[in-house]
């Protein structure tokens, strides 16, 4: 459920704006293209990332391939192998540098593809039935490793030989003894794994049903719902292949045990990290093939402990911490092309900047300031490529020379949007919390606006995450602001960026500690920013944050003069029965609900138990495909405001989980929130229509 200061910021603002500018409206932000899945050729010539745009009519994203040559500065980026009707996406070069490989579902089903650079024909490489669900190249440029979901007794891809279900015989799903009936927006299959196959490449074309490259392990690899390529790693020859898999069973829902196996040239599984019982993940090979890093965390059945990188050496089995003694959770790895450091990134006060770790000594250098980094590529030339993004403005491409200076922006793709909007204001405060512990937050507001400005408080899930200095699709404060508010969010005891205690924190302390950074939170922004009337505010949160919500209603219902609670919970008692992942609840609240210690920490702080105390007008939010927490939890929540006769409404999504994804569903959200926030802190104000993207 589950990145230094304004100058810096400055720098991820595309272009000013212009004298007519704009609010920023949802379908602004619905419609903005969006980077992904960079990736840069072997020599460093070729940079290509996959764009989506969205298809409002059609109610969906689209994505083509760019290439952007990096040897011609200023060179504008072209289309690549792109077809009107179909989605290109997760490029990746092979070996030699001279082809792009990518998927497409152009022949029916998603299936490899290729194309010779710059203009080449696309060729297909794959034909498996069915389609496939993602894929990775091996370095000797001889084989491929696919992944897509089979059942557990096909020893290939063709599953010859595995009887059928029956027919006629009803629709009911039967599970006994299994872990896991349904898992985050679907419901499991059973005896039906993603499952990895390896597959020789010949002349581009990759031959025969494939190997199942662990016939015996039951359980999804990559994992569900969100591993994809980056839980897989070939060894520098290409004959070992690296992968996590977190074991199915009647145990897996309240496990966080994932391991790193290591499957040589068709052989049985090994089990690299058999040892803990904790989470291993994210495998990457140093360029000489002696190392594998991957990051760790020590504590079973915790989602959001600090995942520490540990180097293992591939010729003596021998395995050393490296990032022991730095008390931030790491993100992501990349090697640097010499082998002689990491390129890591990792949350910290209110940023996600990109790290250097040395090898040898583990010293951590800081690389870059402001926003949020992902997708880091380092090249052979020393620099640095990787996505950033802030509050301010979605992800774009940059590029950090080796040796100093100021990195180079590669892309503007929203740039022409943005300078039509209206700018905000960023600023950060500080302020002591519960425990007289330093607690971080942040304002965005309208730059050119002079006069008071009610309140959007919004508070953040996880509860182990933040909001932090970064974009998001799908609450975003730049959003939020647009109409004429301070959006103003509060890392409160149980966020990430500020070590591993302070994260903690929140473990079977709920409705505690974070209620009053919450509370003295709220005073302090208004100390700090007196444009804000923070005494005409509203309270909003999603997940842990709709929780939070839910327990305000009860715990101070003087606070505010609204609430929006999305995919809250009211019961933590039915939650910790219901949910999917089971390890959650289990862990935040010290153990299984049916034992006396556990429950009287379940009660403690259990919304529902205070419902007699509600009075604040409540907009309630869900989304019928959530399985982490169920809609009913909502439900039990209208159904509550009704009978108390409190201003409230219900706004039900059958299509979307635990988030709100689709184009048209993201536009009315904000349209039923920012509808909510006027009617009780704005009445009379005129509300911001949506612009049709011109």
């Known amino acids: 459920m589950k990145k230094l200061l304004l100058g810096s910021l400055a720098a991820l603002a595309l272009l000013p704006a212009t004298a007519s500018a704009r609010p920023m409206t949802a379908t602004d932000l619905a419609t903005m293209k969006r980077i992904a899945a960079p990736a840069v050729s072997p020599d460093g010539r070729w940079l290509v990332y996959q764009l989506r745009e969205t298809d409002l009519a059609a109610n969906r994203g689209r994505t083509d391939l760019w290439l952007l040559d990096l040897s011609r500065p ?109 898992h985050w927006d679907a419901w499991e299959t059973p005896n039906t794994y993603s499952r990895i196959f390896v597959l020789p490449l010949v002349n581009g074309k990759a031959q025969g049903n494939g190997v199942a490259v662990a016939p015996n392990l039951r359980g999804h690899a990559p994992t569900r719902p969100f591993g994809g390529a980056e839980e897989l790693a070939w060894s520098a020859d290409g004959r070992t292949l690296f992968f996590t898999l977190r074991e199915a069973g009647r145990e897996e829902p309240t496990s966080t045990n994932l391991d790193i196996y290591a499957v040589r040239d068709g052989g049985g599984p090994d089990n690299l990290t058999a040892a803990n019982k904790a989470t291993d993940s994210t495998p990457a090979v140093s360029p000489d093939g002696r190392w594998l890093a991957y990051t760790s965390m020590a504590r079973p059945g915790y989602e959001a402990d600090r995942q520490i990188v540990y180097l293992r050496d591939l010729q003596t089995g021998q395995v050393r911490s490296l990032t022991g003694e730095w008390d931030r959770s790491v993100g992501s790895i990349a090697w640097a092309p010499d082998g002689r450091s990491l390129l890591v990134t990792a949350q910290d006060t209110l940023d996600t900047p990109l790290f250097r770790v040395d090898v040898g000594t583990g010293r951590v250098t800081r690389l870059t300031q402001a926003g949020t980094v992902n997708n880091v590529l380092p090249l052979r030339d020393g620099s640095v490529v990787y996505t950033l993004n ?95 508010y301070a959006s103003v969010s509060v890392d409160f005891h149980g966020s990430t960026g500020y070590g591993q205690a302070f994260t903690d924190a929140i473990r079977r302390n709920w409705g505690g500690a974070p209620l009053e950074d919450l509370r003295l939170g709220l005073a302090a922004a208004g100390r700090f920013d007196p444009q804000l009337d923070v005494a005409n505010s509203c309270a909003l949160g999603g997940s842990y944050g709709g929780y939070m919500v839910n327990w305000i209603a009860g715990n101070w219902p003087d606070g505010f003069k609204c609430l929006v609670s999305h995919a809250g919970i009211l019961d933590t008692r039915i939650m910790a029965y219901e949910t999917e992942e089971l390890w959650f609840t289990e ?14 920490t379940i009660e403690r702080w259990n919304p529902i138990r205070f419902v007699q105390n509600w009075r604040t007008p409540m907009l309630v939010i869900h989304g019928e495909r959530d399985y982490r927490i169920p809609y009913s939890q909502s439900l039990a929540m209208y159904n509550a405001l009704q009978r108390r006769n409190i201003p409230s409404k219900l706004v039900m999504y059958p299509d979307e989980n635990h988030w709100i994804l689709r184009p048209q569903n993201s536009i009315q959200w904000y349209r039923e929130v920012h509808g909510w926030l006027q009617r009780y802190l704005q009445p009379g104000a005129q509300p911001i229509m949506a612009q049709p993207r011109q």
């Open 587 to 600: 862990w935040e609240n010290g153990g299984v609900p049916w034992e006396r210690e556990v429950n009287e």
């Open 74 to 182: 200023g060179a504008q980026a072209v289309k690549v192998a792109s077809t009107p009707q179909y989605n290109e996406h997760d490029p990746r070069f092979s070996p030699d540098g001279r082809w792009l490989y990518f998927m497409s579902g152009q022949s029916g089903s998603e299936q490899v593809w290729r194309v010779s650079l710059p203009s080449g024909r696309p060729e297909r490489v794959t034909d498996v039935k069915d389609g496939i669900s993602g894929y990775l190249p091996a370095p000797s440029g001889d084989r491929i490793a696919i992944w897509t979901d089979r059942d557990i007794r096909c020893r290939d891809l063709a599953c010859e030989g595995v009887p059928q279900a029956p027919e006629g015989q009803g629709s009911a799903r039967v599970y006994a003894d299994e872990g896991f009936v349904r």
């Open 390 to 484: 802030s509050v301010e403005a979605p992800d774009d491409l940059w590029r950090l020379p080796a040796r100093g200076g100021s990195a180079q922006r590669l892309t503007a793709v929203n740039a022409g949007l943005l300078a039509q909007l209206d700018p905000v204001s960023y600023r950060r405060f500080n302020f002591r919390g519960a425990g007289g512990d330093r607690v971080w937050g942040q304002i965005v507001k309208p730059a050119s606006m002079s006069r008071s400005l009610p309140v959007a408080y919004i508070i953040h899930g996880g509860p182990q995450g933040s909001f932090n200095n970064s974009w998001s699709y799908r609450w975003n404060p730049r959003l939020f602001s647009a109409p004429g």
